[in-house]
């Protein structure tokens, strides 16, 4: 089912850098994703002696039609980070919280899934914000729905059909996402 009246929004924010992925299966999209993982650990390492701040989170956002493949790319990216549980599709819940160890402690990241959203309000109305400002890893898939109450991204992937592969366009709107893409 395609959906392309909103997926054209895109954030009020200039590109800090954009990539071009052909992935031709997948098991290339599970290999990004697991690269993309190893990017977010580097992030976490490299932006606290480089900028004297700690890792503030990333707001990652994924669009593409269903079966484009957003929750593979997800779920990969868990299975990167160490996560060994089931990863479900938050459907339904609207958002699935994992929790993954890391040398200095824990790092959280939710998984949310706004395409039964009709109006943005419903997202404000959820009380989701508190986990957009809570230095976790929110990866969303159909940020569209909420309208602009999302704000900016650090990073927005664009999943495209091509076959039976994938083309991914990865676009960064700040640093921390420029440096997370940069590294995949």
């Keep these: 089912m395609s959906d392309h009246s909103d997926l054209s929004i895109q954030p009020p924010a200039a ?8 992935l031709a299966d997948e ?8 690269r993309f ?4 650990e580097s992030l976490r390492h490299v932006q606290q002696p480089v900028s004297g701040h700690a890792f503030h989170g990333l707001q990652v956002q994924l669009t593409g039609d269903l079966g484009a493949g957003k929750t593979t790319l997800v779920r990969a990216t868990l299975r990167g980070l160490g996560h060994t549980g089931r990863v479900r599709s938050p459907t339904y819940t609207l958002v699935e919280p994992y929790t993954v160890a890391v040398p200095d402690g824990e790092l959280a990241l939710y998984h949310f899934d ?6 943005p309000a419903e997202w404000a109305d959820a009380g989701f ?8 890893v ?4 159909w940020p569209q729905r909420a309208g602009g ?3 900016v991204p650090d990073l927005v992937f664009s999943l495209d059909v091509d076959g039976d592969g994938r083309v991914l366009i990865a676009r960064a709107y700040s640093d921390s996402g420029k440096a997370c893409l940069e590294r995949c």
């Design 149 to 151: 109450l999302l704000g």
């Design 129 to 136: 914000r508190e986990y957009f400002d809570s230095g976790a």
């Design 37 to 40: 993982a190893k990017a977010i």
């Design 27 to 34: 098991a290339a999209t599970s290999a990004f994703g697991v």
């Design 15 to 22: 590109v800090l850098l954009e990539r071009h992925f052909t």
């Design 114 to 119: 706004l395409y039964r959203f009709t109006d």
């Design 138 to 141: 929110c990866l969303v898939e």
